[in-house]
């Protein structure tokens, strides 16, 4: 009996031991004041409850409130330093360029992926991804592409007299990619690539153990099925001497004459990681632009009547946008803006820290994780009443900035998202052929996010009867 006390005893310090290191972690110097929790879970389960998208998150506020603008804590089995001082996030960005993900969102992507390996390897990765998502890549490759999805996709929801705005706008893009990236493809392993979205579980940030029934599980498994298709496709337009999409060309042509080439391995695994990205981003972010535009009365009879007249001043009502159509969107630019601005109330920093940085007295140590948040975005000096939904704030600014110290929607630094304009791009033409009928969205709709964007009621929009506007007739 003395002898299981006594191994009690050792098993219980030996835990207080580990709870004890956990709760206060070696450095060099003072770490920023916080709570890191016990070990493993720390603080992850406050951190993810769903939150109104137009506020941060309980947790970060409260601590903020508690410990300052800088403050640490545990998230997801690592150690994280959360900040809301915009010069220090920018600093961070600069001079660090490792990707600050979990161990689960590292399994999705992948050990090999260009996208979080080394410096050079991700900016090889860019490099590439320019060609395509540019400025000249979009309006010679894409525009039209995008336009014709958009018009087909409309069409077929006012038909049904509804449509779901986060679905419909994965399609355009899923398919719009798979075309400029693939080629032409087998019907049912272009529908088979469409429809393996649907294995993957809204929520990527999470812990990262990976057995059957987890998140983390059903992710690894859609990977695999995803990564088989794209290698299958592949291997047999190699083989059979069929035509790439444009992207597969730039890639391979890429590969020519390289030392450093490009395998058709690391290939596929960046194909795979660009259609995950984009997939994740763009439709969600457009669903709630179109919840903040049906909620604001004013913003949609202006975007009305700007869409309305890039219909009439065409000859052929029915033709198709231009490049020069994109670029005299203007209000629907300001409304973008203000939507990335007001949604952005996730971390749009996210880094490993590289080495230590000095932040006054404290230090934050290599290693860890951490999120910069866009608290800048909020700041009633930077931005007149910051939490309301006003496009016309954006009338004397520059439309097509996608960062500045004010404004970092799509992070910086070296991780800056080179699918930016591809985004507003996309998200301009469906709101384009969405005001060429009458619509509404759902009263019901709301709009949360647990780090990813939420939609518990759906993020459909109705059409009226007299559902086609007259003057894009």
Same mark, same amino acid.
């Given at each position: 009996?003395?002898?299981?006390?006594? %191994?009690?005893?050792?098993? !219980?310090?030996?835990?207080?031991?580990?709870?004890?290191?956990?709760?206060?972690?070696?450095?060099?110097?003072?770490?920023?004041?916080?709570? #890191?929790?016990?070990?493993?879970?720390?603080?992850?389960?406050?951190?993810?409850?769903?939150?109104?998208?137009?506020?941060?998150?309980? /947790?970060?506020?409260?601590?903020?409130?508690?410990?300052?603008? !800088?403050?640490?804590?545990?998230?997801?089995?690592?150690?994280?330093?959360?900040?809301?001082?915009?010069? %220090?996030? #920018?600093?961070?960005?600069?001079?660090?360029?490792?990707?600050?993900?979990?161990?689960?969102?590292?399994?999705?992507?992948?050990?090999?992926?260009?996208? =979080?390996?080394?410096?050079?390897?991700?900016?090889?990765?860019?490099?590439?991804?320019?060609?395509?998502?540019?400025?000249?890549?979009?309006?010679?490759?894409?525009?039209?592409?995008?336009?014709?999805?958009?018009?087909?996709? #409309?069409?077929?929801?006012?038909?049904?007299?509804?449509?779901?705005?986060?679905?419909?706008? $994965?399609?355009?893009?899923?398919?719009?990619?798979?075309?400029?990236?693939?080629?032409?493809?087998?019907?049912?392993?272009?529908?088979?690539?469409?429809?393996?979205?649907?294995?993957?579980?809204? &929520? @990527?940030?999470?812990?990262?153990?990976? =057995?059957?029934?987890?998140?983390?599980?059903?992710?690894?498994?859609?990977?695999?099925?995803?990564?088989?298709? =794209?290698?299958?496709?592949?291997?047999?337009?190699?083989?059979?001497?069929?035509?790439?999409?444009?992207?597969?060309?730039? =890639?391979?042509?890429?590969?020519? &004459?390289?030392?450093?080439?490009? $395998? !058709?391995?690391?290939?596929?695994?960046?194909?795979?990681?660009? /259609?995950?990205?984009?997939?994740?981003?763009?439709?969600?972010?457009?669903?709630?632009?179109?919840?903040?535009?049906?909620?604001?009365?004013?913003?949609?009879?202006?975007?009305?009547?700007?869409?309305? &007249?890039? !219909?009439?001043?065409?000859?052929?009502?029915?033709?198709?946008?231009? @490049?020069?159509?994109?670029?005299?969107?203007?209000?629907? #630019?300001?409304?973008?803006?203000?939507?990335?601005?007001?949604?952005?109330?996730?971390?749009?920093? %996210? *880094?490993?820290?590289?080495?230590?940085?000095?932040?006054?007295?404290?230090?934050?140590?290599?290693? @860890?994780?951490?999120?910069?948040?866009?608290?800048?975005?909020?700041?009633?000096?930077?931005?007149?009443?910051? %939490?309301?939904?006003?496009?016309?704030?954006?009338?004397?600014?520059?439309? &097509?900035?996608?960062?500045?110290?004010?404004?970092?929607? +799509?992070?910086?630094?070296?991780?800056?998202?080179?699918?930016?304009?591809?985004?507003?791009?996309?998200?301009?033409?469906?709101?384009?052929?969405?005001?060429?009928? *009458?619509?509404?969205?759902?009263?019901?709709?709301?709009?949360?996010?647990?780090?990813?964007?939420?939609?518990?009621?759906?993020?459909?929009?109705? +059409?009226?009867?007299?559902?086609?506007?007259?003057?894009?007739?």
């Amino acid at each position: 009996m003395l002898e299981v006390y006594e %191994l009690l005893i050792v098993i !219980v310090s030996l835990v207080g031991l580990w709870i004890y290191q956990w709760r206060n972690p070696k450095t060099n110097g003072k770490l920023p004041p916080g709570s #890191m929790g016990f070990p493993i879970v720390g603080k992850t389960l406050e951190f993810m409850k769903p939150h109104d998208v137009l506020q941060f998150p309980t /947790f970060v506020k409260e601590r903020v409130h508690r410990y300052g603008p !800088v403050f640490r804590t545990s998230l997801f089995g690592g150690k994280a330093i959360i900040s809301m001082d915009v010069e %220090l996030n #920018m600093e961070i960005a600069k001079a660090s360029h490792v990707p600050g993900i979990t161990k689960s969102i590292a399994r999705l992507f992948g050990k090999n992926n260009l996208f =979080i390996q080394s410096k050079e390897s991700h900016k090889h990765a860019r490099n590439l991804t320019f060609q395509l998502l540019g400025p000249q890549g979009l309006k010679l490759r894409m525009v039209q592409d995008i336009d014709l999805l958009a018009r087909t996709y #409309m069409e077929e929801g006012a038909r049904n007299g509804c449509l779901d705005v986060r679905e419909t706008s $994965s399609k355009i893009l899923i398919e719009c990619l798979s075309k400029k990236v693939m080629g032409e493809m087998d019907p049912e392993a272009a529908k088979e690539l469409t429809l393996c979205w649907r294995y993957f579980p809204r &929520g @990527w940030f999470q812990f990262s153990w990976n =057995i059957p029934g987890t998140g983390v599980y059903q992710m690894v498994k859609a990977r695999k099925r995803m990564m088989k298709l =794209i290698k299958e496709t592949v291997l047999k337009k190699r083989a059979s001497g069929e035509e790439f999409g444009e992207f597969f060309k730039i =890639i391979f042509g890429e590969m020519e &004459g390289r030392a450093e080439s490009m $395998s !058709v391995e690391n290939a596929i695994e960046y194909i795979y990681t660009f /259609f995950l990205i984009a997939n994740e981003t763009t439709p969600g972010i457009l669903a709630a632009t179109v919840k903040l535009i049906s909620d604001h009365p004013k913003v949609m009879q202006e975007l009305q009547r700007e869409h309305d &007249g890039i !219909v009439r001043d065409k000859t052929d009502k029915e033709a198709s946008l231009t @490049w020069e159509d994109y670029r005299s969107m203007t209000f629907t #630019m300001m409304v973008i803006n203000e939507s990335l601005r007001i949604t952005s109330t996730v971390p749009t920093v %996210l *880094r490993i820290t590289e080495h230590e940085f000095q932040v006054g007295d404290y230090t934050i140590p290599a290693g @860890w994780i951490f999120m910069g948040y866009p608290s800048v975005h909020f700041n009633p000096e930077k931005y007149d009443d910051p %939490l309301a939904f006003n496009p016309w704030r954006w009338k004397r600014e520059e439309l &097509g900035s996608i960062l500045s110290k004010t404004y970092i929607p +799509f992070g910086a630094g070296s991780r800056l998202c080179l699918g930016a304009e591809f985004a507003k791009l996309q998200m301009a033409i469906f709101i384009h052929h969405l005001f060429r009928y *009458r619509w509404s969205m759902k009263t019901e709709t709301t709009v949360l996010r647990r780090f990813i964007l939420m939609f518990p009621s759906g993020s459909d929009v109705q +059409f009226s009867q007299d559902t086609k506007v007259e003057n894009s007739c």
